[in-house]
Every structure is written in C-alpha cells, then in structure tokens.
C-alpha cells in the first residue's frame, strides 16, 4: 500500500505527462519553424504551445500569400492557459510574432467570464477557462481565426490621478473573423486596454465636449484587472496595448486563438472516456484541465436562444442617473 504522498505524487505527475506528451502531430515543431523561434515553443511560462504557433503561422502565412494582410508580425493567444503564472505574475498567454525581425513576445490577456443563468451556467472561473461560444451576449471567447481591423476610441469619464481630474478614453481594436467567429463584429468582439472606469458620481463641467444636455460629466474610479477576465474580448495590460495597436493601426494582421470547438470537444471525448490527451493528440494547459475537468463548448445555435429568453424576461430599469459629486 503507497503512503497517501506518495500517490498524490504519482497522480499528479500521470496528469502531467498525459496532458503535455503529446503525439507528433500536436507536439513536434514544423521543420520550417526557424531556430531562434524554437526556443520559444513549448508548455512553460512564456512559451507558446506546439499547435498554437503551427495554426497561426499557417493563417498568417494563408492571408500573407493572399495579400490580405502586409503587417510583418502576427498575434496568437491560448485560452487554455491560466490568469496567474507560477510566479504569481499575471500569466503570459497572447503573442506577439515578427519573424522578419526574430521578435517573440508573450505577454498576460484576459478570457470571456461567461453568465450564470438559471437555464445555463456558462461562467468562467478567474484562473482557468472552461466555457467557450460564439453566442452573442455570451460574453465568451470564441476560439479561431480573425484578422485584425479598424480601431475606436471613445470617450468613458473622467477620473483623478495625481490630483488632476482628466478624462480617461479606451481605445478598442475591432476583429473581423472567420467560421465560427464570422460572428465577431456582432458580439463586439476586439481587443483593449484591461481597465475600466467604474461610475460613481457626475459632476457639472459644461465646458467639456463630452457634458450632457445639463452640462455635467461622469466621474469614477479606473479599475484595472490585467491578465483577469473580460466580456469576451481579448484584453492587454496598458503598456502591451500600447505596443499592440500601435503595430497593427491602419495595417492589419492575423489572430488565431485556441481553442476551437474541435479541439474543446476533443478534450472533453477524451476525458470523458479516460483517454490521455496525448492518444487523443490534443492538447490543453495542464494545470487548468486538472482544475476544470473538462471543457465546454456552447454553440450559437443551441445558447442563443436561451441568453434570448433572459434578455426578454428582464424587468424594464429606468435610466442609469448618477448622484452629484460631493
């Protein structure tokens, strides 16, 4: 009979090596992958996964070739991966590739937290991602392929930092997409800024462009949840949302975020039937499929008219007034 240790030990360590020895076709790195890219390829902290690198650069170098897209860098993101590194860090799961220049960088993003109806709990925990959809209202992330397009910035409120009182704008990046997330402009779909100005007051400033037809403003508190979770758009710290948009304003470039359906009902096959993740050459982030389960995919045709049904039975709310600054 094992000590109880020592079987927690060896449990652990089957979970790790079914989940991260995967078979050629998932694990092994394309021969074309250049060497200097190689080193960053893998299942460790900062590393992008085998599968996540192959299907991007095959969707970027589609749209290259097509001459839909001129950017020399492409984006990848793996929703598989957990909000907080072992370092206690925000986890690094979104990356930045410029072959031309032998440029990698992976840095944290936020996942779609979901609902929790009552027909339905699609809700998404704040370390691991176990509920995906293309719904609309679902406020999921949708695995696949998109390109990048257009940018907005608006207006949000004002807020105090340093003693000033200045208006905060959010710049948001709009993504087109393909197949199951053709859906993204639909579902407000894009990436932004990880921050947010949580409403508390208006204040009188007729001055401003932005006063209301009584000439006052909102005024809030900036709320900043890097590496967290999102309404289902991908989100980036401040300084990497900089570096980001600034690389694809008015020069567009591809996204691939995994999972897809494919694979998150892959996954699900495979654990349902006891199967390793490695016979069933998938893959998923270790520590967050020990933590979840299993995955879930929500399709639009089945979730929709439930998040429908929701909408419509809510009670009408008269219109949001804040109270007057103090």
Known sequence: MLPNSLRLTLTALTIAISVCA???????????????LKKHVGTGDGQIAPIVLERARALYNEKLRRGEVRNPCYLAKDATRPSTASNGNPGKRFYVICESQKS?????????????????????????AKNFS???????TAGGAYVTAETRT?????????GKTQPFYRTFLLFDGEGETSNARERAIGGHPAVFLKWQCRFKNPQSTHADNQGYVPYGKLVNYTGGRSNGCTTWSQSASKEILALVEGNPTTLYIYPESKDINAVAKAVKKGKSLAR???????????AIGAPKFWPKSSLQPIINSWRASLPKQPPLELPICN
């Open 22 to 36: 995967l078979p050629d076709r998932v694990d092994a790195v394309s021969q074309d992958v250049p060497a200097w």
């Open 134 to 140: 293309n719904a609309e209202g679902s406020k999921l």
């Open 104 to 128: 990698f960088r992976a840095v944290s993003s936020g996942y779609g937290n979901g609902r929790k109806l009552k027909r339905a709990n699609f809700s998404n925990g704040r370390q691991c």
């Open 154 to 162: 608006s207006f949000k409120g004002y807020y105090s930092q340093s």
């Open 280 to 290: 069933a050459g998938t893959y998923w982030n270790a520590a967050c499929l020990q």
